[in-house]
């Protein structure tokens, strides 16, 4: 039987949401697909790689926003966090992927901040350095927020809960118009 | 002879430093020290308090900032990132310690910054959530770097890299200036 590279992100999604990213080791993908493991590194020249395209399954539903910059970049923001928490460990396995520069769909996430702040009248040397700045706090944000609901749900007594945890959506919006403040500030000097 | 709990952090610290945050676990660190896994949990309840301690260590020489407002909140963002950046993984570490509320310094940097903009007319309510923006920028930002530079370092071929990557510094303050620009928008409604 052929083994298609789908087939393999698949099976990969399907353990990480079982096991999480600590046991998604490559040996183990090959064991669920009843391969060897040279025949997953025909798809994939290494883990990194495979984690990349696990980023991209993860973040596949998210759409390129239209509209207000403001309204763009908050709706992008919105999307990412919430593909990132409806898989376990989403959220460091695509911080992981973004850092390595192996998640194509990071990329294109990126670009639509960037695009979307040119609107805010950042000029087009600093976009992207704008965009990442906002990816990293949604990153952070949402590595935490994940970070607690898992140790939440395996019942560890964590102390010094966040403020405001019981509105997530909140917390994480307030960073997200702090960071739109910024650049409204800019526009208007 | 007494096992200290200043001599397990220190030992725990070796360990992050030779061989990464993967690689540090308690029966290593027993090894290390020639005592039974037993003798570690005398002294830390779990692997995560034993973290929040190695954190700690981390963010030892991190110093509350006088000044402006301003002033304040980059330079604790800034001691905080060469903090992180002076130990392996020391960025994905204290991250983690922090998600799972077990590092006393980072609730004192936490407390710091509310503290911080507070004297940019956030309101008492809010301070704390601010802090938290900053610091998820903070972390989101150093994890990224820190990966890229351990990459780097372990001669992995990375596509696309960060702009201005040459000048982190630069990208740093950036993203800590926009947030900065933010509450000096807010503070002039």
């Not at 990412?80 to 194509?104: I, K, M, N, P």
């Not at 087009?124 to 898992?150: I, K, M, N, P, W």
Request: aromatic share 6%; hydrophobic share 45%; net charge negative.
């Amino acid at each position: 039987m052929q083994l298609h590279k789908r087939d393999v992100v698949e099976a990969a999604t399907t353990l990480l949401d079982d096991y999480g990213l600590a046991d998604l080791s490559m040996r183990r993908l090959a064991r669920e697909l009843a391969v060897t493991p040279g025949a997953l590194y025909w798809h994939f020249a290494n883990k990194q790689q495979l984690l990349g395209a696990v980023a991209d399954r993860i973040l596949a539903q998210v759409q390129l926003p239209h509209g207000d910059w403001r309204v763009q970049v908050s709706d992008l923001c919105g999307q990412v966090r919430d593909a990132l928490l409806s898989h376990t460990d989403g959220a460091e396995l695509v911080s992981a992927s973004f850092a390595a520069g192996q998640s194509a769909a990071m990329t294109t996430v990126v670009d639509g901040l960037a695009a979307a702040v040119l609107q805010a009248g950042v000029t087009a040397s600093h976009a992207e350095l704008t965009a990442r700045t906002v990816v990293y706090y949604v990153l952070g944000f949402t590595v935490d927020e994940q970070s607690r609901r898992q140790w939440d749900a395996a019942g560890a007594d964590l102390p010094a809960p966040a403020p405001l945890s019981d509105d997530a959506d909140a917390r994480f919006g307030y960073g997200v118009a702090l960071l739109l403040d910024g650049l409204s500030a800019r526009q208007r000097v």
